[in-house]
């Protein structure tokens, strides 16, 4: 009994003999940076309360009122909203010329100022195949917020095949298999396809199907920009509701959108098939960005898939070719009428033209009407073949309704994804979609304050606890102790979008703060410099 007690004892009479020479403030600080006094919104979509956020290294390690603040940095948030960090599932942040790119630009202003604190690249089908070659790159460039990856169908058959439009041989097959594999063991969050573009639009469902489930099998999920989202938008729903089926993973409708005047109103009925579909079972959702138009490349967007079969050298063979060039520019002007322009010419605006930086920003009618040609829909498909013929063009398509936007965002699966890159390294160039720029403060200030389509717990659930959770993130995208401190303080009333498709390098406003992994990437609405990001990846061993 001596024994036992003794040690305890003489360390209580030394702690006690000692304590009036400790001073608290030599005592380590509780939290390193607290948030104070303001409204959390967790990110479950449950209603607001008032608290202080501790964060302790990497975590939050509290959520209560009045935090002890000694020795920690204290953010005064009285009055803002404190929210997760926003999680966006759909992020082009793959390797791109010009450096408009995670590598190139790691500061990635844009997203920070959105209050963006997780990106998720390789969607539609693209990407690098080497998953864990290309996350360790990123990770050397210190990015600014976390940054993960799908692996990219699109790429894998490309790798394998080539741009053949064909179907698959066994042995193809199985190599794609490998490395879709090899890519979820590497980290990526599932299999993208982008079933709209060559490679992916020549792949049949059930080859999809198959590599779909080698990704499901190791944790992932599929996400899908679809075939068709114009006159065929049910089939492509329909499609990527039976990937997630046979495939035996979760299935997600990513930007969803209805193209073409003649196909508005559609989203009643494609939002009706994701409910069926998760009434029976089906693990299928949907992400969404907040704007009327959508942006790729005039040749991805407007040149019909056949066309562009074995590559650009192929492509252009096949235009000199008068019979297929007029097959080409029927489909180019049906796609102008019906489809993604919109039907008006005034409603494709070439963004970035590498060969004619003058261009950027002006619609096909409008070069039309520079060049003293009549502004018809057969011109400008015409146009279109030649700008495709000196190089191609991204471009800008003014083809969605307000109405369908407002119902698939109401829709209680979708969440919010932007489909933008990191913002270009040297600012102001080209005329890109805003996307890049507002889309989640554009969701706080357009569809929650102004135009009331959603509350801002509905909102902030949309890009953050919602999309954290469909990516198996478990440890970001709620506020809650023992989270990673990724973290946003934004002021409700101010917080707005301010790029516009005609000046779109304009900065998110209203966002204060912007935590990253337990730093602050910014303060007091200026960029700190720290660059606190991680790269993450899905599957663990
Ligand atoms: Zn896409």
Redesign the pocket.
Same mark, same amino acid.
């Given at each position: 009994m001596r024994t036992r007690f003794a040690a305890p004892l003489l360390l209580t009479t030394i702690a006690a003999a000692f304590a009036w020479q400790a001073p608290v403030h030599s005592q380590p600080p509780a939290f390193d940076l607290v948030i104070r006094g303001g409204r959390i919104v967790d990110g479950t979509g449950s209603p607001w309360f008032v608290a202080d956020v501790g964060i302790k290294g990497d975590t939050i390690t509290a959520i209560r009122p009045r935090l002890e603040t000694a020795g920690a940095r204290v953010i005064d948030a009285q009055g803002l909203i404190v929210s997760p960090g926003f999680v966006d599932v #759909?992020a082009h942040v793959e390797p791109r010329e010009g450096g408009e790119d995670m590598v190139g630009n790691p500061a990635t202003e844009n997203n920070v100022r959105q209050g963006v604190t997780t990106v998720i690249g390789s969607? /539609?089908g693209g990407g690098p195949v080497g998953v864990g070659g290309y996350l360790a790159r990123v990770e050397a460039a210190r990015p600014a917020i976390n940054v993960g990856a799908f692996i990219g169908h699109g790429s894998v058959r490309s790798a394998v095949m080539g741009e053949v439009n064909r179907v698959a041989t066994p042995d193809e097959l199985e190599k794609m298999r490998e490395l879709v594999r090899t890519g979820m063991r590497e980290g990526a969050f599932g299999l993208s396809t982008?079933l709209f573009y060559v490679p992916g639009n020549y792949a049949p469902l059930d080859e999809v199907v198959e590599l779909a489930r080698v990704a499901g099998e190791l944790g992932g999920i599929h996400q899908s #920009?679809m075939k068709d989202e114009a006159a065929r938008v049910l089939d492509s729903v329909r499609d990527t509701i039976a990937i997630g089926e046979r495939g035996g993973l979760p299935t997600q409708v @990513? #930007?969803h959108k209805i193209i073409g005047k003649v196909n508005w109103g559609r989203s009643v009925e494609t939002l009706r098939l994701i409910d069926e579909a998760r009434a029976r079972g089906v693990d299928a959702t949907i992400d969404q960005y907040p704007y009327t138009a959508s942006s @790729?490349s005039i040749q991805g967007g407007l040149v019909p898939q056949w066309a562009q079969a074995g590559g650009r050298e192929a492509m252009l063979k096949g235009l000199r070719d008068e019979t297929t060039r007029g097959k080409v520019l029927a489909a180019i002007a049906s796609s102008i009428e019906t489809d993604r322009g919109g039907g008006d010419p005034g409603n494709v605006v070439l963004a970035a033209c590498a060969w004619d930086p003058s261009l950027a920003g002006k619609s096909l009618a409008q070069v039309l009407r520079d060049r003293g040609r009549p502004v018809t829909i057969p011109r400008a498909a015409e146009l279109v073949v030649e700008i495709v013929e000196k190089g191609g063009c991204s471009a800008v398509y003014h083809a969605i309704s307000e109405d369908d936007l407002v119902r698939i965002m109401q829709h209680p699966a979708t969440m919010i994804a932007s /489909?933008a890159a990191p913002g270009v390294p040297t600012f102001g160039r080209n005329v890109p979609h805003p996307r890049a720029y507002g889309t989640f403060a554009r969701v706080l200030g357009v569809y929650v304050r102004e135009k009331k389509v959603l509350t801002l717990e509905e909102a902030i659930r949309k890009m953050s606890g919602f999309p954290a959770r469909r990516m198996g993130l478990l440890d970001r995208g709620l506020l809650r102790a023992g989270m990673k401190a990724d973290v946003v303080v934004f002021n409700p009333t101010t917080v707005i979008d301010r790029a516009t498709f005609e000046k779109p390098h304009q900065y998110a406003e209203g966002v204060s703060a912007v935590v990253v992994n337990g730093q602050l990437a910014l303060a007091d609405g200026k960029m700190t410099g720290a660059r606190a990001g991680r790269t993450l990846r899905r599957y663990q061993q």
């Amino acid at each position: 009994m001596r024994t036992r007690f003794a040690a305890p004892l003489l360390l209580t009479t030394i702690a006690a003999a000692f304590a009036w020479q400790a001073p608290v403030h030599s005592q380590p600080p509780a939290f390193d940076l607290v948030i104070r006094g303001g409204r959390i919104v967790d990110g479950t979509g449950s209603p607001w309360f008032v608290a202080d956020v501790g964060i302790k290294g990497d975590t939050i390690t509290a959520i209560r009122p009045r935090l002890e603040t000694a020795g920690a940095r204290v953010i005064d948030a009285q009055g803002l909203i404190v929210s997760p960090g926003f999680v966006d599932v #759909h992020a082009h942040v793959e390797p791109r010329e010009g450096g408009e790119d995670m590598v190139g630009n790691p500061a990635t202003e844009n997203n920070v100022r959105q209050g963006v604190t997780t990106v998720i690249g390789s969607p /539609d089908g693209g990407g690098p195949v080497g998953v864990g070659g290309y996350l360790a790159r990123v990770e050397a460039a210190r990015p600014a917020i976390n940054v993960g990856a799908f692996i990219g169908h699109g790429s894998v058959r490309s790798a394998v095949m080539g741009e053949v439009n064909r179907v698959a041989t066994p042995d193809e097959l199985e190599k794609m298999r490998e490395l879709v594999r090899t890519g979820m063991r590497e980290g990526a969050f599932g299999l993208s396809t982008g079933l709209f573009y060559v490679p992916g639009n020549y792949a049949p469902l059930d080859e999809v199907v198959e590599l779909a489930r080698v990704a499901g099998e190791l944790g992932g999920i599929h996400q899908s #920009h679809m075939k068709d989202e114009a006159a065929r938008v049910l089939d492509s729903v329909r499609d990527t509701i039976a990937i997630g089926e046979r495939g035996g993973l979760p299935t997600q409708v @990513t #930007h969803h959108k209805i193209i073409g005047k003649v196909n508005w109103g559609r989203s009643v009925e494609t939002l009706r098939l994701i409910d069926e579909a998760r009434a029976r079972g089906v693990d299928a959702t949907i992400d969404q960005y907040p704007y009327t138009a959508s942006s @790729t490349s005039i040749q991805g967007g407007l040149v019909p898939q056949w066309a562009q079969a074995g590559g650009r050298e192929a492509m252009l063979k096949g235009l000199r070719d008068e019979t297929t060039r007029g097959k080409v520019l029927a489909a180019i002007a049906s796609s102008i009428e019906t489809d993604r322009g919109g039907g008006d010419p005034g409603n494709v605006v070439l963004a970035a033209c590498a060969w004619d930086p003058s261009l950027a920003g002006k619609s096909l009618a409008q070069v039309l009407r520079d060049r003293g040609r009549p502004v018809t829909i057969p011109r400008a498909a015409e146009l279109v073949v030649e700008i495709v013929e000196k190089g191609g063009c991204s471009a800008v398509y003014h083809a969605i309704s307000e109405d369908d936007l407002v119902r698939i965002m109401q829709h209680p699966a979708t969440m919010i994804a932007s /489909d933008a890159a990191p913002g270009v390294p040297t600012f102001g160039r080209n005329v890109p979609h805003p996307r890049a720029y507002g889309t989640f403060a554009r969701v706080l200030g357009v569809y929650v304050r102004e135009k009331k389509v959603l509350t801002l717990e509905e909102a902030i659930r949309k890009m953050s606890g919602f999309p954290a959770r469909r990516m198996g993130l478990l440890d970001r995208g709620l506020l809650r102790a023992g989270m990673k401190a990724d973290v946003v303080v934004f002021n409700p009333t101010t917080v707005i979008d301010r790029a516009t498709f005609e000046k779109p390098h304009q900065y998110a406003e209203g966002v204060s703060a912007v935590v990253v992994n337990g730093q602050l990437a910014l303060a007091d609405g200026k960029m700190t410099g720290a660059r606190a990001g991680r790269t993450l990846r899905r599957y663990q061993q």
